[in-house]
């Protein structure tokens, strides 16, 4: 075979060689093909499962934040319980007094029971022991001290307030309290005591001290000359009782004031009620007698018959001439006497005499002496039964022009002044000393003050057979 026809075989051959792998390959990608179309459905399915898994609607939303909240929740309730625990168990073991507490504007944090009863008896002696000078503008009038209103104050509450804050409720109220506390200061509030009546009785005296005070329509019913007199009342200073009351406690509760300015107002006078004059004057007339039945024996009183025109008491106090301030209207009273009076029917139960008292004044002192003579008037002849209460003021009653009295010396506001009566409280104090001497029960006795000019005596009768007559 020669060269050329070697040449031109092997080139045929490598041609179906050739021709061969390309079938192959036509085969192969033929195949892979066929594969490739098979398996992307499969991938491209498995990629749109992935899609629907991490795809969430709005309700799963909202169910996943919940449940995320609740846990989150729960977790700081728990905390919050592990904290209060502790600081309830912290809590229990202070016995002292909590933070941020203050009393009388001290910090008292930390302080014992003893230290803080400590703190409040000395503060209580110096309230106790406190003077108030009461200024009308710039005029004392008076002084008045913490023993006339028996104030003091109240160690044992203010103790258990001050020692109890944080204790006395139950656990949640009281760890609350004190957590507050820490971010507020506490001031606790101080209790106090006080006479009521002693009270009253002593914004009575600061009224009648005022100077140029204001005096409503008054009356007075003279038994003695069987008159209903009326006084009429007089434009002037006054003050708020209500007001002056709150202003003369806060005064002794500030340790550090010791003065109090009245807040002084001037008024009109109020009219006198007619119709209530005469349901508290008008009464029957009522025979004395004696109950033997009882044991003691009682004895009862006659009682003398009053009564009055109110129409025509009416219009004398209506017309013009009776409406000037301070005049004295003297009105007459029917008067209706009892059948039976006690002097009748008790001579035969007593006749001794249980004491005696005998006090002197100058009778040169002519007003003085007028003053005494009236006074002793209305009790000359007075019976007190047994079992029955006599007032001296009540049997004195106004002293005033219409009754005869004249202006003589007498104290008021620490001083000593012309006032109608003067002199009079001899006879009280005589008649205090009889009483003593008689074994008598002494119900109610004012002494003679430089900040008072009343003086009075009651006493109860106690004596069974034997009666008191002055």
Partial sequence: MSKEENLNEKATHDENIKEIKEKEMINKDA??????????????????????TKFETPQEKRNRKIRLIVIWTLAVIFAIFILFGVIVCINKLNDKVYKNVYL????????????????LNVVNNEIKNKKISVYQDTNEILVVTAEELDLKLDVAKTLTDTVGFGRVDNMFINNFKILMALAKPVSIEVSYTYDETKLDNVLKNIDLTIKDRAVDDSYSVDEVNNKLVITRGKTGNSMNYNEEKENLLNTFKDIDNQKLVLNIQERKPNELDVDKVYREVKREAKDAYVDESSKPIKFVAEVVGLDFDVSELKQVLNSSENKQEGKVIEFPLKV?????????????YYNDKLSGKTTYFDASQTARAN??????????GKIVMPGETFSYNDAIGDTTVAKGYMAAATFKGGTVVNELGGGICQTTSTLYDAVLMANLEIVER????????ICTTKFRCNSIFSCVRF
């Fill in 446 to 453: 004012h002494q003679h003050r430089t900040s008072c000019w």
């Fill in 336 to 348: 209706t006497e009892p059948n039976v009076k006690l002097t009748d029917i008790t001579s035969k």
């Fill in 31 to 52: 195949k892979d093909l066929v594969v490739e179309k098979k398996s992307k459905p499969e991938k491209r399915l498995g990629a749109f499962e992935d899609s629907v």
């Fill in 371 to 380: 003053n005494l003579e009236i006074a002793l008037n209305y009790l000359n």
């Fill in 104 to 119: 009388f504007g001290q910090d008292v944090s930390g302080m014992t029971k003893e230290q803080i009863e400590e703190i």
